[in-house]
């Protein structure tokens, strides 16, 4: 019975994924980031459950870099690629002209293209100083690995970025850290960078650094219920063989389970155990 609803609930999360709040874990990173200016949301909110654009990745890198000004006054130039809209042209000739983008050739950017992991990875670390022209500092195979090496990604954003589809909200993590993360060959983190070329102010810094209150939240009457059942481990096998863990708990006595849409998103398999090391399959 507990396997049956379990299945049920998963094509129930697929279904409604758009609007699980489940489905997102760093709300918190958006509104800090918005704050400067550097993460925008659109008519809808944030969208963080959603894919981002590669246009929308080199925007964000942009305004990381503090140069969204000087990008838009090269709108009106002619953009080397043929499929950047009127809007974004500043963008991406700014990124164009420093080296921030090469484009996918052929005359395309790939504006409306979904970004991955290992393309926004490479923006974070061309950010931070890092190059990859020629491999002299990493390739953009490598990209994920090398960004978690130098303390970019931390363990949990690695392996979302590796095990499962990559959306908006993991976007608002790593730019988040990548303002934590020290610039190559400098003392310095890209944050107090950006302070010290007079982008941001060291009060706009101090309010971007999470204290421990800032990260606590009220919960209502229903999550405080819901965290009152059995949690559960989750070991999950995808459709190319790669596995990865999620947690989630119980809802009803009848083995309804709440879990995040990106733990079960792209699942082959399920391996469910409970917190009396009960497996079910």
Partial sequence: MKKIRFILLLIAFILIANVQASAISYEMHAEKLSTIGIFKGTENGYELERQPT????????????????????????????????????????????NGLTKGLGNGLFGTND?????????FLLRALGYSDKNNADFSWQDAVLFGKSIGLLD????????????????IVKMTYDALQTYVKDN????????????VLTDIQA??????????????????????????VMLHVVGYDNSAWSGSGFYIDSNGGIVTNYHVINGAK???IIDDDGSIYT
């Fill in 187 to 198: 003392g310095f983190t890209l944050l107090k960078k950006l302070v010290n070329d007079g």
């Fill in 269 to 271: 398999s399920i391996k």
């Fill in 155 to 170: 363990e949990e954003i690695f392996n979302k970025i590796n095990n499962s589809t990559f959306i908006r909200d993991y």
């Fill in 54 to 97: 590669r246009l929308e990745g080199l925007i964000m890198l942009i305004r990381l870099l503090g140069k969204e000004n000087e990008a838009l006054k090269l709108n009106k130039e002619q953009s080397v690629f043929i499929d950047v809209p009127d809007w974004g042209r500043g963008y991406v000739n700014y990124a164009y002209k």
């Fill in 114 to 122: 979904i970004l991955d992991g290992k393309s926004y990875t490479t």
């Fill in 206 to 231: 101090q309010n971007l650094i999470f204290n421990e209150n800032s990260q606590k939240k009220e919960l209502t009457s229903i999550e405080i219920g819901r965290l009152s059942k059995g949690a």
